[in-house]
């Protein structure tokens, strides 16, 4: 099992920045990609940002030129620098991760979410 464990959610005022860290642990052979989600109140979850292990990004069209996804494969650790955050980006961000087990069968999990504020 691959336990994801989340930091650095709080509460912020528009236009400010907050940093998010997730690490991963367990029976792991290799991650294939890392990504973050969020969940606003009423809305379905959506993605925000992906990295794979090559370093290729893909970010939601709503956080383009705001965040930054990055990742420290040796730490099995991936990180999101929010800046100029907007009311808008209210939500439970949930860290995800595919990839392998050391018996080689895949795996996908996902953190327990952290809350992210902005007030305007």
């Known amino acids: 099992q691959v336990q994801l464990v989340e930091s650095g959610g709080g509460l912020v005022q528009a236009g400010g920045s907050l940093r998010l860290s997730c690490a991963a642990s367990g029976s792991i052979f290799s991650i294939n990609r890392m990504g973050w989600y969020r969940q606003a109140p009423g809305k379905q979850r959506e993605l925000v940002a992906t990295?794979?292990?090559?370093?290729?990004?893909n970010y939601a069209d709503s956080v383009k030129g705001r965040f930054t996804i990055s990742r420290d494969n040796a730490m099995n650790t991936v990180y999101l620098q929010m800046n100029s955050l907007k009311p808008e980006d209210t939500a439970v961000y949930y860290c995800?991760?595919?990839?392998?087990?050391?018996?080689?069968?895949?795996?996908?999990?996902w953190g327990q979410g952290t809350q992210v504020t902005v007030s305007s």
């Open positions: 990295i794979t292990s090559t370093g290729t990004t």
């Open positions: 995800n991760s595919m990839g392998y087990y050391r018996n080689y069968q895949v795996f996908d999990s």
